[in-house]
């Protein structure tokens, strides 16, 4: 599969307001092929928005990526001016949020945000871009046009905004699509409903995805590919199905025992305690010598407070960052 985005070695950081410093990503590297889904999941603050923001450098003020490349298609994001990132924002890589009712603009329709969004990279005319808009919105309603065009945001239900997102995602078709939760405030249908769009679009257009989430539930059959991140590292990646239900890395194992498994229609009792992962996530103020996950692994071993591991290939493109296995 031909690789359209290349991560070498990503590190970001944050400065903090008493002169320190937060290590939010350190040493992320991973691909992604054309029309592949790549999933991206682990806990809050292990770094995953932080990655979602530094793929189209889109950092807050106290953010910066200290060092890797991001390669989208042969050219390093990381190194674009200002001009250059303007044109590949949008046509060649675009960014789904979480949150619709903040990422749109509350006073301008429907029809003229997504119109916006081809003026910055299409010379078109104003009634071609509402031609175009139409088009893009029928892609992914199924009817109603018309009406969404002309709505303003709060006319809309969560889900049609987040459908509305995807549209000014998709609007320029860019190679690779980045989407950082944007089923976490959906009820469960309507997540279902847009995990179906995203595929549909993936083999309608071609377009990649990385899709960015805390919840495992939702990605058998959907994503192809699962990357594990823990403390701003990658510790595990492989066919997502791989993952699921042979997980190599102690963090993906205990991560998925996190999930209520009912089965047969069993409700949970009240009360019922539900598995957790003990201890805490490390604090990324100051980066420590080993592995991130040491402290809670219940398989730790005394060299994995001084050696941190290196990425370990194993069967069926399934790598694992873990010291259990021979690099």
Known sequence: MRRILEVRD?????ARRDGGVWHALNGASFGVGAGEILAVLGESGSG?????????RLLPQNG????????????????????ELRRVRGSGVSIIFQEPSLALHPTIRIGEQIGEVLRAHQALSKRRRGERAREILAK????????????????????????VLIAQAIACEPALVVADEPTASLDPITQREILALFKQLRDELGIAFIFITHNPALLAGFADRLLVLYAG????????????????????????????????????????????IAGAAPSMAVLSQGCGFEPRCEERMELCQ??????????????????????
Not at 48 to 56: N, R
């Open 64 to 83: 910066r990526i200290t060092s890797g490349e991001i390669l989208l298609e042969g050219a390093d994001i990381v190194r674009m001016d200002a001009l």
């Open 306 to 327: 001084i050696r941190e591991p290196a990425a370990a290939m194993l069967d069926n493109r399934h790598e694992v960052s873990c010291l259990k296995y021979p690099a």
């Open 48 to 56: 995953k928005s932080t990655l979602a923001a530094a793929l189209l």
């Open 140 to 163: 992914v309603f199924a009817g109603d046009i018309e009406r969404i065009f002309s709505s303003y945001p709060h006319e809309l239900s969560r889900g049609q905004q987040q459908r």
């Open 10 to 14: 990503l590190r970001v950081a944050y």
């Open 233 to 276: 590292k990658v510790a595990e990646v492989g066919p997502t199905e791989a993952v699921l239900s042979s997980p190599r890395h102690p963090y993906t194992q205990a991560l998925l025992k996190c999930v209520p498994q009912i089965e047969g229609g069993e409700v949970l009792a009240p009360k019922t305690l539900l598995p957790v």
